[in-house]
């Protein structure tokens, strides 16, 4: 692909859809300029680039390639999203906003080509573990939670698709468990994603405090506003909302878990790497030690799970970065190295 050639990538969300303007820099591909969208405001995706390209003033340009990162299962055909009533037609796209190719990843595994254009400044190590060369872990809660294990090939590295955030939600307590009843009665199935996610926040909260009597000016925020938002907010505040904060120390410690059963399960030696809009907003909690001693607390494995190095991803348009990183990585046809 030719150096300083303009190309377009996103992060499809459930709640919010990022855009940006990249160029190829050394074979690397370089932030020109990005803007976000909420998903409420519009229809479809096609109706979300349509408006940035018009902006961009590329609406009469030739763009040689989209590349989608989407909180989906991308498989041949359309894309359905999990979190919105949204499908995504690649075909339509290309014809419908004169793009050359268009290419779509799981927004996780997007995540994971993300993280070889990280700088130091933008990870947070809440355990240094021991350094290998091995499998990787991905986890990022943000209005789900979604998963992938990178595996190591020996001088490559292949991130694989998940949905291993839908998977049996185990409680460990008796808190838990009535939480897990709770939520069947709303659900029927109970993933981890009901509890370890944006939505999964919400869902703890009305739990908690289902029984209590919620503070007014609790309520009225949680009325006008992002309700994990607030909630997190309350939770990190000395002496915010007591329901907040025990709604994140359930959230925090069943994240934890999850984030180690992903690591047993891939045998990520290569360490795990936490992303998504929540965790970067809670650092204060998850330094306090209690996250990582959830993390380790798997009996025999402990020992295996004390060296695994565990990295909170701070830079919020990671999982665009790793979709444009993915796109110019099909035009120069390479591989993920990191």
């Not at 290998?132 to 990178?150: F, H, P, Y």
């Not at 897990?180 to 869902?203: C, M, W």
């Not at 959830?294 to 970065?321: A, D, N, W, Y």
């Amino acid at each position: 692909m030719p150096e300083g050639k303009v190309f377009i990538a996103a992060d499809v969300g459930g709640t919010k859809t990022e855009l940006g303007v990249f160029t190829v820099r050394n074979e690397l591909p370089e932030l020109v300029k990005k803007e976000r969208f909420l998903n409420s405001q519009f229809h479809s995706l096609i109706e979300i680039i349509d408006r940035f390209i018009t902006r961009e003033d590329f609406r009469k340009a030739h763009i040689p390639f989209l590349t989608l990162g989407v909180a989906a299962p991308v498989e041949k055909g359309p894309i359905r999203l999990t979190n919105i009533d949204w499908t995504i037609d690649r075909e339509e796209l290309k014809s419908e906003l004169n793009i050359g190719r268009v290419y779509a990843i799981n927004d996780i595994v997007a995540c994971a080509w993300g993280i070889p254009l990280l700088r130091e400044e933008d990870l947070c190590t809440l355990n240094e573990g021991v350094r290998r060369e091995g499998n990787m872990a991905v986890i990022c809660a943000g209005t789900g939670l979604g998963e992938s294990i990178v595996v190591y090939t020996g001088g490559r590295y292949i991130p694989v698709p998940s949905e291993g955030g839908h998977t049996d939600f185990a409680p460990q307590t008796p808190v838990e468990v009535g939480l897990l009843f709770f939520l069947q009665e709303k659900y029927g199935h109970v993933s981890y994603e009901r509890v370890a996610s944006g939505q999964g926040v919400k869902n703890i909260y009305d739990f908690l405090s289902h029984e209590r009597v919620v503070p007014d000016r609790i309520k009225e925020r949680l009325e006008k506003e992002d309700p994990p938002s607030v909630i997190t907010e309350e939770a990190i505040k000395e002496y915010g909302d007591l329901a907040c904060r025990e709604t994140m120390e359930i959230f925090l410690t069943v994240l934890a878990r999850e984030a180690s059963n992903l690591a047993l399960k891939g045998l990520a030696r290569g360490g795990v790497y936490l992303g998504g809009g929540i965790v970067p907003r809670i650092l204060s909690a998850l330094k306090d030690g209690s996250f990582m001693d959830s993390f380790i607390r798997k009996g025999r494995f402990m020992e295996f799970l004390k060296e695994v190095p565990v990295h909170v991803i701070l830079r919020p348009e990671v999982v665009l970065l790793g979709a444009a990183n993915y796109g110019v990585s099909r035009q120069l046809n390479r591989e993920l190295k990191i």
